[in-house]
């Protein structure tokens, strides 16, 4: 893989775990995230693939949640 293909494949990784067992984990996070278009999705992933350290990437998890649950889907 080279290119874009290759960018795209890495970011659903680091995209991963973490994120998908908060989404379950927290009570109407899913359902919202869900409802989020592509762009959507994006601006909620982006701090977390750009965070250089873990305490970061969960800071910016923990804000992600918040949002998507307590604000609504970002539009």
């Known amino acids: ?3 874009r ?3 795209g ?5 680091a995209t991963g775990h973490d994120l998908v067992a908060a989404l379950d984990t927290e009570p109407g ?6 409802a989020l278009d592509r762009s ?4 909620l992933i982006l701090p977390l693939l750009q965070a250089l350290t873990p305490e970061t990437r ?6 992600a949640l918040h949002r998507l649950v307590h604000d ?4």
């Open 1 to 3: 893989m080279t290119g």
């Open 5 to 7: 293909t290759a960018q």
């Open 9 to 13: 494949v890495s970011a659903r990784r």
């Open 29 to 34: 996070a899913r359902k919202a995230f869900e």
């Open 40 to 43: 959507g999705r994006y601006q």
């Open 58 to 63: 969960k800071a910016r998890l923990d804000k």
């Open 72 to 75: 609504g889907p970002v539009e």
